[in-house]
């Protein structure tokens, strides 16, 4: 297993050059090295993605908004280590903008991340997934007659 990649508070000047969705393309593959947190003028705090491209160079992806930053939260959440690998490959891919489905006045980009070397899902988060308290119709006893 590979050592965990350290999260780090960067400056501006320390940062790998930035993916840059409309001019490098709406499909990001890269190799996981570590998070960083800066600082964004709109946003605030937003985390950063430090990846290596197939070429060897090193890149940052802010992970603004929810549905992207929500992906990773997601991956890390559920992994025993709470973190991803160093070297994990990581793809991400930018949908077309679309109206909002709650407020059809703003458009959201949507966004797909997958991480393909992740450690499958145990059976419990497979029997876990949306769970909720069911009404089986069983008394207090379990028994359900």
Known sequence: MASPAAETEYTDSEYPRAWLWDEDGDR???????????????SGETPILQAKLETGEEVSVWLYGVALRGAFLREVKRRPAKRLDEGELIVIGRGQKRPSKTDPSRTVQPFTVKFPEAPPESMLEILERGDETVDDGADDDGVPF
């Open 28 to 42: 990001f593959e890269g190799r996981f090295l570590g998070l960083a947190t800066g600082h964004a003028p709109m």
